[in-house]
């Protein structure tokens, strides 16, 4: 009799902890699936005036790690002539990423001059990385296809007030 009830003790205890171990990898299961369709956004940001040319810019400053690695994710969609620019500490090669991000964006990466190095066409939703093509401090994303409609290309200037941080 003393082994039926150890045994059965036992086994209750054991199938206590499956069902426990079950519900916390069904809760951690779903908070990972709620995070991935809900993208975190932030609220809109203080924005700077940039001059590109003839065009004018009204860019949300993303200047803290935070801010920068948040961006435009959640967002829908961005009006016309607005984007964010991204305020890095160091000049150096600075990549971006799209996961999360709910909208195809082009990147202009800009060295501290002001001068444009490149521009790279990002896809939402991906983990593709585009990088820099030398030291940049800042990147400007824009919706897709907005450098190429203004006729934007590498090589011109951005004028970017240095009263940021």
């Known amino acids: 009799m003393k082994i039926f009830l150890t045994m059965h003790r036992d086994h209750a205890l054991t199938r206590l902890a499956v069902l426990l171990t079950g519900g916390l ?3 951690l299961s779903a908070c990972a699936g709620e995070s991935q369709a809900t993208p975190r956004s932030q609220p809109p940001l203080p924005t700077v005036e940039l001059r590109l040319g003839n065009q004018t810019v009204q860019a949300e400053l993303a200047n803290t790690p ?3 690695q948040i961006g435009l994710m959640g967002r829908q969609q961005l009006a016309p002539n607005h ?6 500490d160091h000049t150096e090669t600075q990549c971006m990423w799209m996961k999360n991000t709910l909208m195809d964006l082009e990147v202009a990466f800009i060295n501290e001059s002001g ?13 593709d990385i ?14 897709k296809g907005w450098f190429g409609e203004k006729r934007i290309k590498p090589g011109h200037s951005v004028n970017i007030p240095r009263l940021m941080k």
């Open 83 to 88: 984007g964010m620019l991204f305020e890095f």
């Open 130 to 143: 585009h990088c820099s093509r030398g030291g940049a401090r800042y990147a400007l994303e824009m919706g």
């Open 66 to 68: 935070d801010t920068r």
């Open 115 to 127: 001068v444009i190095l490149n521009i790279e066409r990002m896809k939402a939703g991906t983990e």
């Open 25 to 27: 990898l069904a809760l």
